[in-house]
């Protein structure tokens, strides 16, 4: 089983930037996604951005040239950089792993919200 703990949500201005970090632990095999989806109130959880093994990477339109998501493969880290904030962007984020061995496995998840 792959553990996944994620930090750095917050409350944010709209504009402003926040970091998502996700740490991946546990029966780790060989890491085929890692990656970030976003759940609103009310709303379908929904894809914010996915790494896949090889380095390319995709994003929902809605936050594409917005936020960028970066692997440290040596510590099983993803991150979520998230710029130019919008109301619209508060939501529970959460990170998601696809390990060969375990299958797929979500984070608790990390509140994000955009306020004046």
């Known amino acids: 089983q792959v553990q996944l703990v994620e930090s750095g949500g917050g409350l944010v201005q709209p504009g402003g930037s926040l970091r998502l970090s996700c740490a991946a632990s546990?029966?780790?095999?060989?890491?085929?996604?890692m990656g970030w989806y976003r759940q609103a109130p009310g709303k379908q959880r929904e894809l914010v951005a996915v790494?896949?093994?090889?380095?390319?990477?995709d994003y929902g339109d809605s936050v594409k040239g917005r936020f960028t998501i970066s692997r440290d493969y040596s510590k099983n880290v993803a991150h979520l950089q998230m710029n130019s904030l919008q109301f619209e962007d508060t939501a529970v984020y959460l990170c998601n792993v696809l390990d060969l061995s375990t299958g797929l496995s979500w984070g608790q998840g990390t509140q994000v919200t955009v306020s004046s």
């Open positions: 546990g029966s780790i095999s060989s890491i085929k996604t």
């Open positions: 790494m896949y093994s090889n380095g390319s990477t």
